[in-house]
C-alpha cells in the first residue's frame, strides 16, 4: 500500500513567508515577463505542492469509486475520503463526523440548508436577517426560499468603514427572526462579524445560525462549538485546498430532521418504487458520487495549514495588511473601501477618475494579479453608493515585497491612466 496522503509544510512550526513560498510552484512563475504577484487570494489561494502531489496520487494510485466497492482501491480510496471528514472534523472542533456533509463548494451548503431546513421551517412572514456586505452566495439562496415560503428578508445596515455593529443586528433581530445568515468575514471588506454576539443574540428569540465562512475560515481559528452557530459553510479553493469540494458543518440534530436536498445513490438505506428510506447524516445529504479527490486534496490542505504556526501566520496577515493600508492611503486619488477595526487581509479601494476594471488590467500588465468589480456583492456596492472596487487580498505567500510591486504598479497606472 502507498504511503498515506498526509503531509506537513517544508517549513513546519517556524511560520517564514519566503520559506512557504517555495511550497507554491506557481508563485515561481512571471506572467507578461514579470514576477508573478498574485493578489487574489480572497477569490482563490494558490495550492502547495503537498496538495498538488496528494491529487496526484489519489487519481494516479489509489482512485477507484467509494463506498461501494469490495475491493483494494475502493477500500483505500473509501479510507482517505472518509478520512478527510475526520480532518475537517477536527479543524473545526465539530462534535461528530456525521456533522460533516460535503458539497462542491459554500454556495451549494448555503442553498442546501435554504432548501431543505428553509423551506421546512419558514412560514409567510418568518424573517430572515441578512447583512448589507453579504456575498450574494448569501443572498439569492434565501430570496428563492422566500418566493416559495413568503417569508421576509430583513437587511442589518454596514456603517461607512464597512463594520456591522451587534446594536445594528440588535435593531433587526427579533422573535419574529428564524434565520440568522451572515458572513464570518466579509470578501469585499475584510470586516469581521461579531459572530459571538449574533449568536447569542439571535439564540434568545430561538433564531438559528448560519455562518458564511469562506473568508472566515481562511483567517481566523474556526471552533463551531465555541462559536455555538448552527450552520457554518466553507470553500476548499480559498483554504489551500481544490475547486469543486466545501463543506457545511451543522448540528447533529439539525441534519437530522432535516429533509434530503437531492435523491439519487449513496443517499438512501432502501428504495422501493413506493418509498426510499433515507441514509443517516452525512450520507442523507450526499447524494450520488462524491467529489472524493477533492475531498481528499482538502483534508491535505488542512494539514498543510496544522503543519504551520496559525497564530504566527495571523501576525503576518495582519502585518502585511496594515503595512499595505499605510502605503495604499499614500497614493494620491486612491481610497481605501472597509477600514474597519479587526478585519483581515483583504483591502478594497477606489482610484479617482479610473475604473476599477482598467486599473486591474493596467496592474496586470505589471505582473500585479488584483480583483476588480463588484465582488458578487452588488447590494454592497449600492450601500457604498460605488459599482466596483479593486481588491487586493494577502495570504501566508505573500510578503511585503509584494505590497511595494503593487504600490510601483498603482503609480505607473495612474500616470497612463489619468
Ligand atoms: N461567501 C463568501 C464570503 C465568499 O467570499 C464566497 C466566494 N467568493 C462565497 C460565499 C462563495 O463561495 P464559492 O463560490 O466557493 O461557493
Known amino acids: 500500500m502507498s504511503e498515506p496522503i498526509v503531509s506537513t509544510p517544508s517549513a513546519a512550526l517556524t511560520f517564514d513567508p519566503l520559506k512557504v513560498r517555495d511550497d507554491f510552484p506557481i508563485l515561481a512563475q512571471k506572467v507578461h515577463g514579470k514576477d508573478l504577484?498574485?493578489?487574489?487570494?480572497?477569490?482563490?489561494?494558490?495550492?502547495?505542492?503537498?496538495?498538488?502531489?496528494?491529487i496526484a496520487q489519489a487519481y494516479g494510485k489509489e482512485y477507484a469509486n467509494v463506498h461501494r466497492g469490495a475491493y483494494y482501491l475502493s477500500e483505500i480510496a473509501t479510507t482517505n475520503y472518509e478520512s478527510a471528514r475526520e480532518k475537517v472534523r477536527a479543524f473545526i472542533n465539530a462534535r461528530s463526523l456525521s456533522e460533516i456533509v460535503f458539497t462542491k463548494g459554500a454556495t451549494e451548503a448555503i442553498n442546501l440548508v435554504a432548501a431543505t431546513y428553509g423551506r421546512e421551517s419558514l412560514k409567510p412572514g418568518d424573517e430572515v436577517v441578512l447583512t448589507q456586505l453579504e456575498h450574494h452566495s448569501n443572498i439569492v439562496p434565501w430570496q428563492l426560499l422566500r418566493d416559495v415560503s413568503g417569508c421576509v428578508l430583513k437587511i442589518v445596515p454596514v456603517a461607512c468603514d464597512g463594520s456591522v455593529s451587534i446594536e445594528s443586528f440588535a435593531k433587526v433581530i427579533g422573535p419574529k427572526t428564524?434565520?440568522?445568515?451572515?458572513?464570518?468575514?466579509?470578501?469585499?471588506?475584510?470586516?469581521?462579524?461579531?459572530?459571538?454576539?449574533?449568536?447569542?443574540?439571535?439564540?434568545?428569540?430561538?433564531?438559528?445560525?448560519?455562518?458564511?465562512?469562506?473568508?472566515?475560515?481562511?483567517?481566523?481559528?474556526?471552533?463551531?462549538?465555541?462559536l455555538d452557530c448552527d450552520f457554518y459553510t466553507f470553500s476548499g479553493h480559498k483554504?489551500?485546498?481544490?475547486?469543486g469540494i466545501g463543506v457545511l458543518w451543522a448540528r447533529s440534530e439539525l441534519l437530522e430532521a432535516m429533509p434530503p436536498y437531492q435523491g439519487g445513490g449513496d443517499m438512501i438505506e432502501t428504495?422501493?418504487?413506493?418509498?426510499?428510506?433515507?441514509?443517516?447524516?452525512?450520507?442523507?445529504?450526499?447524494?450520488?458520487?462524491?467529489?472524493?479527490?477533492?475531498?481528499?486534496?482538502?483534508?491535505?490542505?488542512?494539514?498543510?495549514?496544522?503543519?504551520?504556526?496559525?497564530?504566527?501566520?495571523?501576525?503576518?496577515?495582519?502585518?502585511l495588511l496594515t503595512y499595505a493600508m499605510t502605503r495604499l492611503e499614500d497614493v494620491p486619488g486612491l481610497k481605501l473601501i472597509g477600514t474597519a477595526s479587526g478585519k483581515v487581509s483583504v483591502q478594497s479601494f477606489v482610484m479617482e477618475g479610473v475604473h476599477p476594471h482598467d486599473l486591474a488590467t493596467v496592474l496586470d500588465r505589471f505582473g500585479v494579479s488584483v480583483r476588480a468589480g463588484h465582488h458578487c456583492a452588488q447590494p454592497l456596492m449600492e450601500a457604498f453608493n460605488i459599482t466596483a472596487t479593486t481588491r487586493a487580498s494577502f495570504a501566508l505567500y505573500n510578503i511585503k515585497e509584494d505590497v511595494d510591486e503593487l504600490i510601483i504598479a498603482l503609480s505607473r497606472a495612474r500616470e497612463l491612466l489619468l
Open 37 to 54: 504577484v498574485y493578489l487574489d487570494s480572497a477569490a482563490s489561494t494558490q495550492k502547495p505542492q503537498q496538495v498538488i502531489s496528494a
Open 271 to 319: 428504495v422501493t418504487f413506493d418509498k426510499s428510506v433515507w441514509a443517516e447524516p452525512p450520507a442523507k445529504f450526499e447524494a450520488g458520487t462524491p467529489p472524493i479527490v477533492e475531498a481528499i486534496g482538502l483534508g491535505v490542505a488542512l494539514d498543510y495549514l496544522n503543519g504551520l504556526d496559525r497564530a504566527a501566520v495571523k501576525v503576518h496577515e495582519t502585518e
Open 239 to 243: 483554504l489551500y485546498g481544490p475547486t
Open 178 to 226: 428564524k434565520i440568522v445568515s451572515i458572513a464570518h468575514v466579509s470578501n469585499v471588506l475584510g470586516t469581521t462579524l461579531p459572530v459571538n454576539e449574533v449568536v447569542q443574540l439571535a439564540h434568545q428569540f430561538g433564531a438559528k445560525v448560519l455562518v458564511d465562512g469562506c473568508q472566515g475560515i481562511v483567517h481566523r481559528e474556526v471552533d463551531v462549538r465555541a
